[in-house]
T-cell receptor, first 114, second 113 residues
Framework: EPEVTQTPSHQVTQMGQEVILRCVPISNHLYFYWYRQILGQKVEFLVSFYNNEISEKSEIFDDQFSVERPDGSNFTLKIRSTKLEDSAMYFC????????????FGEGSRLTVL | EDQVTQSPEALRLQEGESSSLNCSYTVSGLRGLFWYRQDPGKGPEFLFTLYSAGEEKEKERLKATLTKKESFLHITAPKPEDSATYLCAVQAGNSGGYQKVTFGTGTKLQVIP
């Protein structure tokens, strides 16, 4: 069964460092998303991406965040200068239908900022 | 602001003991309501989409229903493998954009053998 894969599964970084989280969405999917879940809190929308550009972003997704699809398979989330409050599980998701609620999620990348 | 409230926060059932989980929502123009299952340390797994009041969807022991203010996830004769956190999410039509989905905090279900 096709799946969304994310790397790394866990990353520990120092405050102020840059982090890149990587995702390989399901191959025939066209819509890509990043969500995050702070420990014990709800899953929160960060950004959606379609046709090589951001289609929508939340207020959380400020100038320190960026996304890129550098080739035909990878989808990355970059955090330019990490803060303590960026510690969370980051989920990549993809969708074939474009319905933003019918998502296939990866297993997540846990980011710990010290 | 779109709001999704799930209850109870946690639910412990004996195997075979049927029950319902509740998701109440306040959104501006509901486009869709979604149910997910999340196992510990994993990403959410999509279960159902509901679009309009009166709609029902079923999958194995799970049945999701929708009214104008809330949705229920009914679990019939649950098994231990149904233990997970069940998340409700909504897509609103008039606020926050088309692509944004707002999740609730979930109901953590534990089914005891």
């Amino acid at each position: 069964e096709p799946e969304v894969t994310q790397t790394p599964s866990h990353q520990v970084t120092q405050m102020g460092q840059e982090v890149i989280l990587r995702c390989v969405p399901i191959s025939n999917h066209l819509y890509f998303y990043w969500y995050r879940q702070i420990l014990g809190q709800k899953v929160e929308f960060l950004v959606s991406f379609y046709n090589n550009e951001i289609s929508e972003k939340s207020e959380i997704f400020d100038d320190q965040f960026s996304v890129e699809r550098p080739d035909g398979s990878n989808f990355t989330l970059k955090i330019r200068s990490t803060k303590l409050e960026d510690s969370a599980m980051y989920f990549c998701a993809s969708s074939l239908s474009g319905s933003p609620g019918e998502l296939f999620f990866g297993e997540g990348s846990r980011l710990t900022v010290l | 602001e779109d709001q999704v409230t799930q209850s109870p926060e946690a639910l412990r059932l004996q195997e075979g003991e049927s029950s319902s989980l509740n998701c109440s929502y306040t959104v501006s123009g509901l486009r869709g309501l979604f149910w997910y299952r999340q196992d510990p340390g994993k990403g959410p797994e999509f279960l159902f989409t509901l679009y309009s009041a009166g709609e029902e969807k079923e999958k194995e022991r799970l049945k999701a229903t929708l009214t104008k203010k809330e949705s229920f996830l009914h679990i019939t004769a649950p098994k231990p493998e149904d233990s997970a956190t069940y998340l409700c999410a909504v897509q609103a039509g008039n606020s926050g954009g088309y692509q944004k989905v707002t999740f609730g905090t979930g109901t953590k279900l534990q089914v005891i053998p």
